[in-house]
């Protein structure tokens, strides 16, 4: 079955350490990978595409095949960044979401 | 101000009673979606439509029903049958069908219903 899993509901970090957020997939065939966020009264709105290969906000995700994973990580983490994180998975005929993971950075 | 539309905000429902939640798109974009989304459970999708006059079920679409009689409106029937109705509903769109898409799809900001 095409499913995505975020292993954690709640992450909490301090500014300025790095960050995290772990995406796990399954799938047999070549997958494409998102993150999406959402920031607090804000729309649900993508972050980045593993396509892309870019670094957006200061964040990056690298689709590690053999582990099956697309996490996402930050460098140094900023009190913007508190967020909801989705990570999501294209497969045939839908988008599939993971459960997501709350991302709370303090000051 | 171009963008997804969704109505109304928050609704309150009795139960026994069918409501409909609006969701309108001037993005000019062939696909749209509802989805669910409850605390810990992340989204999940309740039907699509890749064009006008068709739509597919998603994951959870026991209770729900949809029409598409217009490429800018995609509105979500919640009909009594639906065992669980309280949550908060995403409208979505994007550019092409959800086999053939880039993965962006673009939201509204949403529609709380409360089943009392």
């Not at chain 1, 772990?22 to 966020?37: A, I, M, Q, R």
């Not at chain 1, 099956?68 to 294209?90: G, I, N, R, V, W």
Request: glycine share 8%.
């Amino acid at each position: 079955a095409q499913r995505v899993t975020q292993p954690e509901k709640l992450l909490s970090v301090f500014k300025g350490a790095p960050v995290e957020l772990k995406c796990n997939y399954s799938y047999s065939g070549s997958p494409e990978l998102f993150w999406y966020v959402q920031y607090s009264r804000q729309r649900l709105q993508l972050l980045l595409r593993h396509i892309s290969r870019e670094s957006i906000k200061g964040f990056t995700a690298d689709l590690n095949k053999g582990e099956t994973s697309f996490h996402l990580k930050k460098p140094f983490a900023q009190e913007e960044d508190s967020a909801m994180y989705y990570c999501a998975f294209q497969g045939a005929q839908k988008l599939v979401f993971g459960q997501g993971t709350r991302l709370t950075i303090n000051p | 101000d171009g963008g997804i539309t969704q109505s109304p905000k928050y609704l309150f429902r009795k139960e026994g009673q069918n409501v409909t939640l609006s969701c309108e798109q001037n993005l000019n974009h062939d696909a749209m979606y509802w989805y669910r989304q409850d605390p810990g459970q992340g989204l999940r999708l309740i039907y699509y439509s890749q064009i006008v006059n068709d739509f597919q079920k998603g994951d959870i679409a026991e209770g729900y029903s949809v029409s598409r009689e217009k490429k800018e409106s995609f509105p979500l029937t919640v009909t009594s049958a639906q065992k669980n109705p309280t949550a908060f509903y995403l409208c979505a769109s994007s550019i092409d069908g959800p086999g053939a898409n880039t993965g962006e799809l673009f939201f509204g900001e949403g529609s709380r219903l409360t089943v009392l």
